[in-house]
């Protein structure tokens, strides 16, 4: 077989993800106006019911109130910090489907080592666990609201709650016929990916996949270490030869040399390009730690590359992370860029989860370049901030501008945005409205659906009888914030957060609950 080979100089820049506090929503950038038409009217489902904006509300005693709901020189309290009066009541955000984070923050726990606050991500954390949201009948999305107190007494002033605005689409028929998939794995054999756990795993993984997809699929494998090599080009799988000639090629992959993400990337979307199939799912599986050290030295190259290839041929990017040490920035922005998601693995049992159970919401598409914006009601939301999605931020008035990336989704999966809400004194009546807009990925026809939700609705204890999902989406949350080093209101100590998540874990018999409950005491032993 002829091997095509490109090397590429330099050193490729370490990406750093930060994590930022929203308080105005995700987007920050929007105002009052920008949930109104060019028109001057309003966009349905976007604005709140006053008509937006944060300017200060009449009182009754005559004194000026601020937008926050505070009066004029009141002083706020400790919890208050970092929740201020927000600039609109919109909260605008492209959809994400990633769960490395929270896999490789159960990793590090394990090894016994705290994970750094710049890789927890706490949406990653959210969107790790089996939600209970209605499936909608057709293509694209459910759209559900809810939300409790996480203190059942509001008797001293504590009036905030958690809402969830709950996404799904529709699974996969696994007995119906799903479009055809070209599948090109980008795979990393550099020198770290000796490490058992790493090179080792990705192979188990690829066998595994090989025997799993239909006679109609096709596979690519492109390795990179210091230089890229296209080790088989697109190839059906419709005879036991070519299965076989897959097996042989992941059989024989050795670690070797440096990382050049760089040069894996581009061979990758080559080959990809050249072996697209009408019809099919065309992506990009990219195997790797992620821990680059060659390559271009500017991050830009790699991801123009990945949005070339995605706007012109729809080709999308699928990341797998390995590693007791792992790039997670370098993959979530890659992965973001591609219109894809991420995931980390680092067990079999996980491998298998990935490239058998989940396979048909990893390799398909329900939805293109979706977005959420959830607008509050001024009339009875003090503050409010939404937990994680800081890289997702999409202005307020992008929303309904297609040309602006947004998230891609498959079947079966569940995206959940969990929201810290104060409401002001004596709030009653509609809450928020949540709207969905999506692309469809055939057509990239523009669709979207909406839900709202009344104050009355988040007035349960959010321990004593709300969803259970709803309480393990809670505590997911609340040990992401601990891990960051941040807090949000009703937040419970470790201790206390660890027995919530047995308790729940007994409750659902689930399994990834239980992994969750181990995570919080491995984080508690380490906090002493």
Partial sequence: MKLRTTTY??????????????????????????????????????????????????????????????????????????????????????????????????????????????????????????????????????????????????????????????????????????????????????GSMAEPGRLDLVKESLGILTDELRDNDSIAIVTFSDEAETRLPMTKLDSEGDRDRVHSVINDLEPTDSTNVEAGVRTGYEEAVDGRRRGATNRVVLLSDALANTGETEADAILDTIDDARREYGITLFGVGVGSEYGDALMERLADKGDGHTTYVSTSEQARKVFVDQLPANIELRARDAKAQVAFDQQTVRQFRLLGYENRAVADEDFRDDGVDGGEVGPGHTVTALYAVRLREGASGHLATATVRWLDPKTRAPHEKTGSIETDAVDGALWDGSSKRLQVTAVAAYFAESLRGSSMPGAPGLSELASRARKLAAATEDSAVRQLADAIGQAQRMEG
């Fill in 9 to 190: 100089r330099g050193a490729l820049a370490a990406l750093l993800a930060g994590g930022v506090l929203l308080t105005a929503g995700c987007s920050g950038a929007g105002t009052a106006d920008s949930a109104t038409s060019g028109e001057g009217k309003p966009k349905p489902g976007l604005v709140a019911p006053d008509g937006g904006g944060g300017a200060p509300a009449e009182r009754a005693d005559g004194a000026e109130e601020r937008a926050d709901g505070a009066k004029e020189g009141e002083q706020e309290s400790d919890e208050d910090q970092g929740f201020r009066a927000p600039a609109d009541y919109l909260s605008t955000f492209a959809l994400d489907v990633d769960t490395a984070s929270y896999g490789y923050a159960r990793r590090t726990l394990s090894d016994g080592k705290q994970p750094e606050p710049s890789d927890i991500r706490p949406e990653e954390f959210i969107n790790s666990f089996r939600q209970d949201y209605p499936r909608p009948k057709g293509d694209g999305f459910s759209v559900t609201v809810d939300g409790a107190r996480p203190r059942a007494d509001s008797s001293s002033g504590d009036d905030w709650s958690l809402v969830r605005v709950g996404l799904s689409t529709r699974p996969s028929d696994r007995t119906g016929e799903r479009p055809p998939a070209a599948l090109t794995f980008v795979i990393d054999i550099s």
